[in-house]
């Protein structure tokens, strides 16, 4: 009995220390970092950035990409942000198409799914809108179409831990 109690306590002490390591925090925001998907920093204006690495990189046209960008501080961030997204999404991405446009799993934060041409490549984007005040963050996950299924679940476990300070 006293060994079972050992492990128990050791279990559960090694798993206090390993959540921590899953975390991404900073004065902003926190969330739970996808795993196994590699951390990418100093992408331009992009505060988080990873990527998906398969077996077959050598010959993919796109990895997949989870991204945290913002940090934006605007008068009118609460106001048609997502109607002025889509219209400058549309103006920059070939054959843009929106798939969904409300809010996300029933909470006040918008939710944009699209298709488009970036290059030469058809991709598919789901961003959610996060807002505090008069700052906005936003979630990105971007794919092959066909892939969008494989990757959702990581993508989900990021937007569902996602947290303003």
């Known amino acids: 009995m006293k060994n079972f109690k050992l492990i128990i306590i050791t279990l559960i002490l090694f798993s206090c220390s390993k959540s921590g390591e899953n975390t991404f925090k900073n004065e902003s925001f926190s969330f739970k970092k996808p795993l ?3 951390s990418v920093e100093n992408m331009s204006d992009t505060i ?3 990527e998906k690495i398969t077996v077959d990189e050598a010959t993919r046209a796109f990895n997949p ?4 960008s913002g ?5 009118n961030v609460q106001t048609d942000f997502l109607e002025s997204t889509e219209k400058i999404l549309s103006e920059a991405i070939q054959q843009f198409s929106v798939k969904y446009s409300g809010t996300y799993k ?4 918008k939710r944009l799914i699209y298709t488009g041409i970036m290059g030469d490549v058809t991709l598919q984007w789901d961003m959610i809108f996060y807002v505090k005040s008069k ?3 936003i979630l990105t996950y971007t794919c092959l179409p066909e892939e969008y299924e494989v990757y959702i679940e990581d993508f989900y ?3 569902d831990s996602f947290r303003l300070k």
Do not use: C
């Open 157 to 159: 476990k990021v937007a």
């Open 135 to 137: 700052t906005s963050y």
């Open 106 to 109: 029933n909470s006040k934060n």
């Open 36 to 38: 196994d998907w590699n």
């Open 48 to 50: 988080v950035y990873y």
């Open 71 to 75: 940090g934006l501080n605007e008068e």
């Open 65 to 68: 990409v989870i991204s945290v």
